[in-house]
């Protein structure tokens, strides 16, 4: 009885664990929410957000561009990202990767084949690289036509006019791009090209910001969350992003704007105005009438005077006279001044906040960019171009791109010339940077210094430690209240240091080897063991 009970006790137990643990899963949730939800889901559109349609945003982008600022600012991240060979100019290297390097079955066959077809592939890359990067930071993607040849391979890259970013589609499936059209101009016509990912390089830059934009009027189901393969997922044409401007759009027109108004304002003061009264009381009217044209063609000669000494003419050399006429103190002329002459000096600093917001968004320093004056800074002083974490972080998002674009491009050309393809993780080539006056470089240079200079420091403090000859847990008691580490490090150095070195080991064990515990004095001979076989200090000889 006692047996039944205990065996219906862990029946019960393990069926009520199995209920504690069973998780449940979207389908149990109400189904009501699936009718309320599609009004619940997403965002309004705010009227500073409007949706726009692809070539409004790419026309706004085009204009932002014409700012030297803004261009400036955008061809120094993709320098910064990309750095340069301070004799050869060369951006990018390709080297064996890392894991054909310590070698393997084909490890030296593929490192011969990465470095032959890196001497071809490089000079391509780096000649159309800083264009590629400096469109796609802009735009969000970028694009080049490849040509090839089916025995040698790539051969060129074409990135002009013809590939600017507004004139070609990309097509996506679940976010892989499977092909483009392109926009061409045939006899006068507008026509469309059809390319493959093996007639066109895409750089991509990562979509971090959603940009509200209007949808293709496409007939297709846009249905793609639901599909556990990407086959399934429906090709949809690719949607605009991943340009460093899109923040930027609303501080751009206030920069514009506000420099706009410093503009027409100084032009205006520049303009001198005098405003004149003139007494006619008691003047016939037919006289009052000749008296004004004649007062008004003289101010008119006047001033065609001053223009003629400012070409250098006649008038510097002689003195024009005007003659005013004046009957009785009548026709007395007086001035009231210019009505519109600025008193107040001009104010920049609403510009200047406009500016700051500018440079903050394309994570730029003013100085870089024009303000020369404000702070120092570029490629020979460092400065924010080197220490600047926003400077550091596009460069990351830059080299991101170009890596995964020029890795497509040395598959094509590896694929064509030797009929072989390989997964991402096992190319045997690699794409490095030379980019010792980038931040990111200066960064990671920086960093090693700091934790050489560190352990340097720790080294010191730890041989210090041991020459005082503590035992193991007053040492590893200074270890963790003074010093700071945890208790697996303070520990394991603890014992580090408490262990004897290696000549007092080696003194000990000759004591304990020699069995006297002193050393024999001059004149006397050392024990022999008798148990010793000396046979065995000799070879069989």
Not at 65 to 84: N, R, W, Y
Not at 497 to 508: C, H, K, T
Request: with cysteine.
């Amino acid at each position: 009885m006692n047996f039944r009970k205990r065996l219906a006790s862990f029946l019960i137990d393990d069926r009520q664990a199995r209920m504690s643990e069973q998780m449940p899963t979207i389908d149990d949730v109400d189904r009501s929410y699936e009718a309320t939800n599609p009004f619940e889901l997403g965002t309004f559109h705010h009227k500073a957000k409007q949706p726009r349609t692809r070539r409004q945003i790419y026309t706004m982008w085009e204009i932002m561009q014409a700012d030297p600022q803004v261009s400036e600012a955008l061809s120094l991240h993709v320098t910064a990202a990309l750095g340069g060979h301070e004799s050869t100019g060369d951006m990018i290297f390709i080297t064996p990767s890392d894991h054909i390097r310590e070698g393997g079955r084909r490890a030296k066959e593929l490192r011969k084949k990465v470095e032959r077809e890196a001497k071809h592939i490089a000079p391509i890359i780096n000649r159309h690289v800083f264009s590629l990067a400096r469109q796609a930071i802009a735009y969000g993607d970028s694009y080049a036509r490849i040509y090839t040849d089916e025995r040698k391979g790539v051969l060129d890259l074409m990135n002009n006019r013809f590939t600017q970013p507004s004139l070609i589609m990309p097509f996506e499936q679940a976010g892989r791009t499977i092909g483009f059209h392109a926009l061409e101009d045939e006899d006068k016509q507008r026509t469309i090209a059809k390319l493959s990912l093996e007639q066109m390089l895409r750089v991509k830059m990562p979509r971090i910001e959603n940009i509200p934009q209007m949808a293709l009027d496409v007939w297709q189901d846009r249905t793609t969350l639901v599909y556990d393969l990407r086959s399934d997922n429906p090709i949809l044409p690719s949607e605009v992003g991943g340009s460093f401007l899109y923040p930027i759009e609303d501080a751009w027109r206030d920069v514009t704007i506000s420099r706009a108004g410093l503009n027409n304002q100084q032009i205006a003061d520049s303009v001198k105005q005098a405003f004149l009264t003139l007494n006619m009381e008691g003047m016939p009217a037919k006289q009052r009438q000749g008296y004004i044209s004649s007062l008004t063609k003289m101010l008119k000669s006047y001033r065609d005077q001053i223009q003629d000494a400012f070409d250098g003419g006649e008038a510097l050399y002689g003195t024009k006279y005007h003659v005013l006429p004046q009957y009785g103190e009548k026709q007395v002329i007086q001035s009231v001044g210019d009505l519109a002459q600025r008193v107040a000096p001009l104010n920049e600093g609403i510009l200047m906040i406009n500016l700051r917001r500018l440079a903050g968004g394309l994570g730029m320093d003013l100085s870089l960019i024009g303000w020369a004056d404000m702070l120092a800074g570029g490629l020979g002083d460092g400065a924010a171009f080197h220490t600047s974490a926003q400077v550091m972080r596009r460069s990351m998002l830059i080299r991101q791109a170009c890596i995964d674009a020029f890795n497509h491009l040395m598959s094509i050309h590896w694929g064509i010339k030797y009929n072989e393809w390989f997964e991402p993780q096992d190319y045997p080539w690699q794409f490095d940077f030379y980019s010792d006056q980038s931040a990111a470089a200066t960064e990671m240079l920086n960093n090693k210094q700091n934790r050489a200079n560190t352990l340097a420091i720790v080294a010191q403090s730890l041989a210090g430690l041991r020459e005082l000859g503590f035992d193991k847990e007053t040492n590893q008691l200074m270890l963790e209240d003074v010093f700071g580490a945890d208790i697996n490090l303070a520990e394991r150095v603890a014992a580090g240091l408490s262990a004897r070195p290696a000549d007092e080991q080696g003194g000990l064990m000759g004591q304990e080897a020699g069995m006297p515990g002193e050393e024999p004095m001059p004149g006397e001979e050392m024990p022999v063991d008798d148990d010793v076989d000396d046979d065995m200090f000799w070879d069989d000889e």
